[in-house]
């Protein structure tokens, strides 16, 4: 078989952010994915792929034709040479993907000396009031997205304000990119600033309005919003289950259990429940798309229910940390093999970095042994694990595991390119390491954004430019 050289191109797309340098027929490198889950033992060797010297071929349409060692892939396919970006010494993996943040608290990350009921009142809801004007709406989208792939972030699953207008800024600057974002205005008919309030009414007809412009456009996807039990009526409540239900493939995107006192106000404000989960469940609102985050003090029965009904949980480490909210319970997670992805939370999240959010999530897993008498060799956060559930766990987890999370043929070519030379302490310690686990773990360690040289949507190669900044 011989591969056409109209992979190349070189287009000058401009949107104030990134160009597009080139969209290649092949890259070259270090090649690693996860295939399955590799459980949490150390060595799961037939869950992974890997090529220490590998060649990724794509197709013109930017999905990912085929993957294996560079000797077999130039006999197969007859590569010429100027078809191949070569990055040899350099890492190649999937993009991340971020289960849960907000982009519009980008510009309010690191506020000091809240938890979360205070730390909403004092800083967020007044930030948030600002994403009613597209402008300002525009060009925090924009901050926000270059974050995302600044840092090899390349899918989110993201909540705007309770503008529509806010949403709608979000998917325009995304779909420039062709970048695979779900997102979703937020619900919020009490409990909350009156500037910030909608109605069941006007959530209704104005997220119907987003669905039906942005819903599966291009990469767009829809996630109904409500931001948690405690700022939506129960009549909000059911319009969002309307609405979930009401179009294919649609998400569901909500917070749960992050807090005591949270957890406390949402049963008094719905004492028919059972428990907060139940909440949501009384509604329709829990099974397949459902994405709820935190979930750092479900019960036992909430984490059965939410396995059973194959929801999904993002578990949001330096958030949970950052605000004191608690410590995720993984073990519990793994036991009942609930569905789970990692979320950033920008702005409780103190970090855009995968990297550094699995640094986090590690630790948490490690504390909570400690704090529960676990045995130290029972369940931990593996860096295969780690790694599997930045990428083809969160693909599986959002149900777009055909489409994303691995670097596997038919998957859509969105990949990173990681140098790790670019930090001097993770070079020195690569030194040392003497296994693929090592080095995987010296990254989710040591590694951020500096470690991220280039990064790929759907094939091609977006070169940052001057970045737009407050
Ligand atoms: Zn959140």
Not at 84 to 110: C, M, R
Request: hydrophobic share 40%; glycine share 6%; aromatic share 12%.
């Amino acid at each position: 078989m011989r591969v056409s050289t109209s992979g190349i191109k070189s287009e000058s797309i401009r949107n104030n952010q990134c160009e597009i340098a080139i969209a290649p027929k092949a890259v070259r490198g270090t090649i690693f994915f996860l295939t399955e889950d590799p459980g949490t033992t150390i060595d799961p060797v037939k869950s992974y792929q890997y090529y220490d010297d590998g060649i990724l071929v794509l197709n013109d349409d930017g999905h990912i034709l085929d993957v294996g060692y560079a000797t077999e892939m130039h006999s197969k396919y007859q590569l010429a040479a100027h078809t191949v970006l070569n990055y040899s010494g350099k890492f190649i993996f999937p993009g991340f993907i971020d289960t849960h943040t907000h982009y519009p608290q980008s510009e309010i990350i690191a506020a000091f000396g809240e938890q979360l009921t205070h730390w909403l009142d004092k800083y967020i809801y007044p930030t948030e009031a600002h994403f009613a004007d597209k402008s300002y709406a525009s060009s925090a989208s924009r901050f926000f997205l270059n974050e995302l792939l600044d840092n090899g972030t390349t899918t989110a699953l993201v909540f705007g304000t309770v503008h529509k207008t806010s949403v709608n800024a979000l998917f325009e600057e995304a779909e420039k990119l062709n970048m695979r974002i779900i997102g979703g205005k937020i619900m919020m008919d009490r409990n909350a600033p009156h500037y910030l309030l909608d109605t069941p009414e006007t959530t209704y007809i104005e997220s119907q309005a987003l669905i039906e412009t942005w819903h599966n456009k291009g990469r767009i996807q829809y996630a109904v919003t409500p931001r948690f039990a405690i700022t939506s009526s129960p009549e909000q409540l059911a319009v969002a289950a309307k609405l979930f239900h009401a179009y294919n493939g649609v998400y569901l995107q909500t917070h749960i259990s992050e807090n005591l006192s949270e957890v406390m106000h949402a049963k008094q404000l719905f004492p028919a429940s059972k428990n907060y989960l139940s909440i949501y469940d009384d509604f329709g609102l829990v099974g397949p798309r459902a994405i709820f985050a935190h979930g750092v003090h479900l019960t036992d029965e909430e984490f059965s229910l939410l396995a059973k009904k194959k929801a999904t949980i993002s578990f949001c480490p330096t958030s949970n940390l950052f605000l004191g909210s608690g410590l995720f319970d993984f073990r519990k997670a793994q036991q009942e093999n609930c569905h789970l992805g990692l979320g950033t939370d920008i702005g409780a999240g103190t970090s855009f970095s995968m990297f550094q959010t699995l640094n986090e999530a590690y630790k948490i897993v490690q504390l909570h042994k400690a704090y529960t008498d676990t045995p130290q060799n029972e369940i931990t956060l593996t860096p295969f694990k780690a790694f599997y559930l930045a990428t083809l766990g969160a693909a599986r987890a959002l149900y777009l595991g055909d489409k994303l999370g691995s670097l596997q043929p038919g998957k859509e070519g969105d990949f990173i390119v990681l140098d790790l030379e670019a930090i001097p302490l993770l070079k020195f310690r690569l030194q040392k390491t003497q296994s693929l686990a090592d080095r995987l773990f010296a990254l989710m360690m040591l590694a951020d954004d500096r470690t991220v040289e280039a990064f790929y949507l759907m094939g091609k190669r977006w070169q940052k430019v001057d970045r737009p900044r407050f």
